[in-house]
């Protein structure tokens, strides 16, 4: 199937040419360009595309006003954030109150290195990929709890301690989910757990095992980026806004876009990890059947995929009432931890008898 | 400003133990569905103690209505419990007709009787939407306001509005129906048998919804006795004192429904309790609306309406309890003195006692059950 | 036993409590240093366990208590009017005996000026804290904000 690497091939040979020792440094400049603008693509992208979601869950139709059939709705709602007044409280620790959302979105950031969007457009494909993932994703957990602290506010302190507490539990859900994919591949590099998807996604090779740690995979990256139904740090019928109470304007939406960066990112490790990437469907041995998938693009391919468990995602939103939050952690510590730990040891032992398709 | 010897227990001021914390929840929040003011007193996430401060929406309705005749007054009370518009109303009509013993036409009372429960059905309509909706689940929203839609457009064909109906006045109904109204209502129910299983599937059978609801807040007979809580927040802990069959009014004595009852005394109970509300009422309704008999829709009275004097009470069930109606009059065109047994005000001196020693999240899901309507506590 | 029974036992206990003629339902006249032994023995041997009504009646000479108490158990109903003094209202609290009291006699407390003895938290509940004067007294002036028709 189609590469980039040609291309990106050309590109730095022409950039060698022109730029003789200044190579890297333009590629950086490069990259960072286009990250900053899928980002903000992403971020138009998932906003509407969740009013719409949930307008449609909910019997009405969402922005259809502002540009064909609503789609310039994010654009107006980005333009109204801008010009709002970014208030900052009188007594909030000024220098942590500014740079709590810049942490939030640089851990944003920086965990759009290792996914591979296509085959040949992956960033940085580090060979501890997705222990990368798994460490970084975890920097966001001090800016919220910044947040909170440098407010002032009762309200947004109970809101980023109660968020704290909810991350740091359920990355340990996902770290096991994440690892028992890690066994079967046998690499942490995000290429090489692809490449072994050949003949076949995980979720299917690896049936049972692998399905029950996609099933407490997805819960846990639902608790990690604070969605409903555990999104009791940012409830509003019950704490007003939670960790983000007293950030307006541009710091708003800084939190605002993080928030569906982390989706869309969780989602791709999903899609990447269980769903094979931008691996078509292959049946192991069916040719023909291959041959033909293959004709699909594979940027197509890792786009459906990881579209279709944000829309998921956005459907648990919707329809589930919140946890509270001691029935949150007695789920992570008490059911969804043991079950994490006893489908690991199943996983190593499928992955050794070689139980596995 | 008072004697030393009133104030037996200054607890109401004891300061600050150490690691307790004082929030307040409103006037102004998304979850006390009014104006309401709780001044909260946490330790951690347990509520030591709740003092509501009211008055918010206060309109000194009962000093108003001294001054109003007999015929006006029953308009500022569709503005305490709007959400039963048409049960208020009644409940005054019903209390001047006392005065007048006057008697009604068969017509005016089915017809009171079939607005009444579409009024109880849309009320507890909304509760659900905006229960489900503090607990997190905004979709059951959206589903039960689009029932409560239809329930307001029959509504605003035979009384003009939406809200507050003013349909009842002493003697009967204002208008005649619609000619619509008995084909729209016959399709609303229809309508509601097939979309309430939405609800109990969306609702009442989500695990999440039930493990945020059963065992929280509960209440037990004798202290809702105490309280002086009536309505579904009573039957739910088992009082069994529905108005309509201890002391029927307006010929609900003929009809044939139950009182719905539970003993659990907890959240989800006074949530079925609610559920199953609405399938009596609309048992009520399909008993009634195929034979609402012909004849005159309002008794003839005299234009200035002067009561004897004398003191006369009324009592009604809305949707929230006990609605009870006390004038007392010196035979002149307006009352003496009018005094509103509000539901809301009684549920809510419970709130303090129920939610004690539990977490905020159940404090939204206890609230949420009482089913305040502040401008009812207020007047 | 029903409201008769109970106005005849409660008129052989002290001769000052009337029976008042009119009205719904059985209505009984208490004077005010009877008030706390009548609705304790109200309550526990007549099983009147529902209190569902507590109001003020401001009658120019003199201020009136009327408690609507029913039971839940053998569904009689009892009108209990209590005459106050208009110059110091003083009356003991029933919130110890009916807990719904509480609310109700502290809104009686700040629209008619009644002192509840022994309440254990008598502040004002809907007016504002700062608020002077007893509203709902008949001689209640307000220039600028009530409006005479």
């Not at chain 3, 009136?64 to 110091?88: A, C, E, F, G, P």
Request: hydrophobic share 45%; net charge negative; proline share 4%.
């Amino acid at each position: 199937m189609f590469s980039f690497q040609q291309w990106a091939a050309t590109i730095h040979q022409w950039l060698q040419m022109h730029t003789g020792n200044w190579v890297v440094f333009w590629e950086c400049v490069i990259i960072a360009l286009l990250a900053i603008t899928l980002f903000a693509v992403l971020g138009l992208v998932l906003v509407l595309l969740e009013r719409k979601v949930a307008a449609h869950i909910q019997i009405r139709l969402g922005p259809n006003r502002v540009g064909p059939g609503g789609m310039l709705q994010t654009v107006a709602d980005t333009l109204k954030l801008l010009m709002k007044e970014g208030l900052v409280p009188d007594l909030a620790d000024k220098f942590l109150f500014n740079l709590a959302p810049f942490i939030v979105m640089m851990a944003a950031m920086l965990l759009l290195a290792p996914i591979a969007f296509a085959k040949g457009i992956q960033i940085w494909d580090i060979n501890i990929g997705v222990l990368y993932v798994s460490a970084v994703s975890s920097i966001s957990v001090i800016g919220i709890l910044m947040a909170g602290w440098s407010s002032n506010n009762k309200y947004a302190m109970l809101g980023a301690m109660r968020s704290g507490a909810q991350i740091v539990s359920y990355e340990l859900s996902a770290g096991f989910s994440v690892l028992c994919i890690v066994v079967l591949s046998g690499s942490l590099q995000i290429s090489d757990i692809i490449a072994a998807q050949e003949n076949g996604w995980w979720i299917f090779k690896g049936h049972i095992p692998v399905i029950i740690s996609f099933v407490i995979f997805i819960i846990a990256v639902t608790a990690e980026t604070n969605r409903a139904p555990f999104d009791l740090a940012e409830a509003e019928s019950e704490l007003t806004a939670g960790f983000h109470t007293e950030y307006s304007g541009m710091r708003f939406a800084l939190f605002f876009l993080a928030e569906y960066i982390n989706i869309f990112i969780v989602c791709a490790i999903g899609a990447t990890l269980y769903l094979g990437g931008w691996m078509p469907l292959h049946i192991a041995n069916w040719t023909a059947f291959n041959s033909i998938m293959d004709y699909i693009p594979s940027s197509v391919w890792f786009m459906g995929k990881t579209f279709a468990l944000i829309l998921l995602i956005m459907w648990f939103r919707w329809t589930f009432p919140r946890l509270r939050v001691d029935q949150l952690l007695t789920l992570e510590w008490k059911y969804l931890l043991p079950i994490g730990l006893f489908n690991l040891l199943l996983v190593t032992l499928m992955a050794i008898q070689g139980w596995h398709f | 400003m008072y004697s030393e010897t009133t104030i037996v227990n200054p607890a109401a001021s004891a300061p600050l133990k150490e690691g307790q914390l004082v929030i307040n929840v409103g006037p102004q929040h998304p979850a006390t569905h009014g104006v309401l003011h709780l001044v909260i007193t946490l330790e951690g996430e347990t509520i030591i103690k709740i003092e509501p401060h009211l008055g918010y929406i206060h309109r000194s309705i009962e000093k108003m209505s001294e001054s109003l005749s007999y015929r006006q007054f029953i308009y500022v009370t569709s503005r305490m419990d709007y959400l039963s518009a048409h049960i208020n109303n009644l409940a005054c009509a019903l209390c001047v007709e006392k005065g007048m013993q006057l008697e009604i036409p068969a017509r005016a009372q089915v017809i009171r009787i079939i607005m009444s429960e579409l009024t109880r059905i849309a009320s507890h309509e909304l509760w659900v939407g905006a229960m489900a909706m503090d607990l997190g689940a905004f979709t059951p929203f959206f589903y039960t306001f689009r029932e409560r839609e239809t329930i307001n457009d029959i509504m605003e064909q035979t009384c003009g509005a939406r809200l507050t109906m003013n349909y009842m006045v002493p003697g009967g109904v204002m208008y005649d129906l619609h000619p619509e109204f008995v084909s729209r209502v016959k399709s609303f129910i229809q309508q509601f048998k097939n979309k309430i299983t939405e609800l109990e599937d969306l609702v009442t059978n989500n695990i999440i919804f039930r493990n945020r609801t059963v065992g929280i807040g509960v209440l037990s007979k004798a202290d809702a006795i105490s309280f002086g809580c009536t309505g579904p927040v009573a039957r739910a802990s088992g009082v069994d004192g529905d108005i309509r069959k201890r002391f029927p009014y307006s010929g609900y004595e003929q009809l044939e429904f139950e009182q719905c009852i539970d003993t659990a005394g907890d959240s989800f109970a006074r949530y079925i309790v609610r559920i199953k509300e609405m399938y009596q009422s609309i048992h009520i309704i399909e008993q009634l609306i195929d034979a609402i008999p012909e004849g005159d829709f309002q008794a003839k009275t005299k234009a200035v309406i002067k009561l004897p004097k004398g003191e006369f009470y009324s009592q009604v069930e809305t949707a929230r309890g006990e609605l009870g109606v006390y004038i007392i009059s010196e035979g002149g065109t307006t009352p003496y003195r009018i005094k509103y047994r509000s539901p809301g005000f009684s549920n809510l001196s419970a709130l303090d006692y129920m939610a004690r020693g539990s977490k905020i999240g159940d404090l939204m899901a206890t609230m949420g059950t009482l089913d305040l309507v502040i401008p009812d506590i207020d007047r | 036993m029903n409201a008769e029974n109970i106005s005849t036992y409660l008129q052989e206990l002290d001769p000052a409590i009337v029976l008042e003629a009119g009205g719904e339902w059985t209505t009984v006249q208490v004077p005010v240093s009877a008030w706390k032994v009548v609705a304790q023995q109200l309550f526990t041997d007549h099983q009147l366990n529902f209190l569902f009504c507590v109001t003020c009646v401001d009658w120019k000479t003199h201020l009136s208590m009327v408690y609507h108490l029913r039971s839940t158990i053998t569904d009689t109903t009892l009108v209990v009017k209590v005459q106050l003094n208009s110059d110091q209202p003083e009356i003991d609290t029933v919130s110890d005996i009916w807990r719904t009291a509480e609310f109700h006699e502290r809104e009686a407390y700040e629209m008619f000026g009644v002192t509840f003895i022994g309440h254990p938290d008598l502040r004002k509940l809907i007016l504002p804290d700062d608020f002077e004067g007893f509203p709902m007294r008949k001689n209640f002036e307000d220039p600028v904000n009530m409006i005479k028709l």
